[in-house]
């Protein structure tokens, strides 16, 4: 960990940022401008726990010596944003905790190429998924996402990005990298909220619309409670996914369960062209465990219809599920085995 000045005693108390992205010029750039010249500036990473330990025991030094907390954090290129967030946040509030009950992880800062979005969400890319997931995680886990290298990109492309992220990330602030200063982060930030603020975890809320297009980004959200034959689902997520079949699946993410796998959950994601699925950790008799489909989808000019068709054909008919469930398991599945690794399709 390098630390920079301390903070002045005239300095504006905010607690702690957090600043990632995928460049280390730009999150050391953009730390810098964030910080100015009066907060603890510090560079940690790539070890998420021993990151969060580092900004941790600075925040309590300068706690228990009566300095105002005033640090940013940036991380280096590569290191996961949510688990970094999560984890500093509990850290800090177990022992910081503030009387008005305010998260002391004030905000979290997200630098993001436009070019690299623009590729991997609207160019069918479909060879780069962990580079995906890493700017999805940026996005969909800050409370200030920084666009940079918006001049390379369209203007008419640049918009949608925008869309995109405001649905992908509803509760985020979304800026270019030119316009970003000291003062542009808000007094109090929202990361306590960070858990649960991504698109498609509200989308899944009981409380929001199944589907939704606000005239450039469809949402829709696709639920059934029987599991899914893997063989066909492998055929139907060929075309689903193919652009201008059933119009562009920009991003999914949601649950699933396969017949073939009914004793675990799964996690179902997708950037553009490319998905993942993995086991979660929830067997699927655990009382907090989804069941069946749920999965939200944000995609351009999306002919919801036949997205809900496709996906109808490929659950288990009810001849299928009056079988037995033991003879499941015999069913073609064409997808990688789960064993604790990631696999994509």
């Known amino acids: 960990m390098t630390t920079g000045p301390a903070?002045?005693?005239?300095?504006?108390?905010?607690?702690?940022?957090?600043?990632?992205?995928?460049?280390?010029?730009?999150?050391?750039?953009?730390?810098?401008?964030?910080?100015?010249?009066?907060?603890?500036?510090?560079?940690?990473?790539?070890?998420?726990?021993?990151?969060?330990?580092?900004?941790?025991?600075?925040?309590?030094?300068?706690?228990?010596s009566g300095d105002r907390v005033d640090v940013v954090a940036a991380l280096v290129p590569g290191t996961p944003l949510r688990a970094s967030a999560l984890l500093l946040g509990?850290?800090?509030?177990?022992?910081?905790?503030?009387?008005?009950?305010?998260?002391?992880?004030?905000?979290?800062?997200?630098?993001?190429?436009?070019?690299?979005?623009?590729?991997?969400?609207?160019?069918?890319?479909?060879?780069?998924?962990?580079?995906a997931e890493h700017v999805i995680d940026l996005v969909e886990h800050a409370t200030v996402v920084?666009?940079?290298?918006?001049?390379?990109?369209?203007?008419?492309?640049?918009?949608?990005?925008?869309?995109?992220?405001a649905r992908l990330a509803p509760e985020?602030?979304?800026?270019?990298?030119?316009?970003?200063?000291?003062?542009s982060l808000s007094a109090r930030g929202g990361a306590a909220q960070l858990g649960g603020a991504a698109g498609w975890m509200q989308a899944l809320s009981e409380h929001t619309p199944d589907h939704h297009d606000d005239g450039t980004i469809t949402t829709f959200v696709y639920r059934d409670?029987?599991?899914?034959?893997?063989?066909?689902?492998?055929?139907?997520?060929?075309?689903?996914?193919a652009p201008g079949a059933v119009g562009t699946v920009l991003r999914s993410r949601g649950f699933t369960q396969f017949a073939t796998r009914s004793d675990r959950a799964g996690s179902w994601s997708s950037v553009g062209q490319m998905l993942s699925l993995d086991p979660t950790s929830l067997p699927s008799w655990h009382p907090d465990s989804p069941h069946g489909q749920q999965i939200a989808f944000f995609g351009l000019d999306l002919d919801v219809a036949a997205v809900r068709r496709d996906l109808d054909t490929c659950l288990l008919t009810n001849d299928e599920l009056l079988s037995d469930p033991a003879s499941w398991r015999d069913l073609v599945d064409p997808f990688p085995v789960w064993d604790g690794h990631r696999h994509t399709h």
């Not at 300095?11 to 957090?18: A, E, Q």
């Not at 992880?105 to 962990?130: C, E, I, P, T, Y």
């Not at 001049?151 to 990005?161: E, F, G, Y």
């Not at 409670?225 to 996914?241: D, G, I, Q, S, W």
């Open 90 to 131: 509990a850290l800090v509030d177990s022992d910081l905790g503030r009387p008005s009950g305010e998260c002391l992880l004030q905000h979290v800062v997200a630098g993001v190429s436009a070019v690299d979005l623009a590729d991997l969400a609207l160019r069918g890319v479909d060879d780069r998924f962990f580079a």
């Open 172 to 183: 985020t602030a979304v800026l270019r990298a030119e316009d970003l200063a000291r003062d």
């Open 225 to 241: 409670e029987r599991p899914f034959h893997p063989e066909r689902l492998a055929a139907v997520v060929e075309r689903t996914f």
């Open 146 to 165: 920084m666009l940079t290298d918006t001049a390379a990109v369209p203007p008419q492309d640049l918009q949608i990005l925008e869309r995109l992220l």
């Open 7 to 64: 903070s002045s005693p005239t300095s504006r108390h905010r607690g702690i940022v957090l600043v990632g992205g995928q460049d280390a010029a730009e999150i050391e750039r953009t730390a810098q401008v964030i910080a100015g010249d009066a907060s603890h500036l510090v560079t940690v990473g790539p070890d998420v726990q021993e990151g969060a330990d580092d900004v941790h025991r600075l925040a309590l030094d300068l706690a228990r």
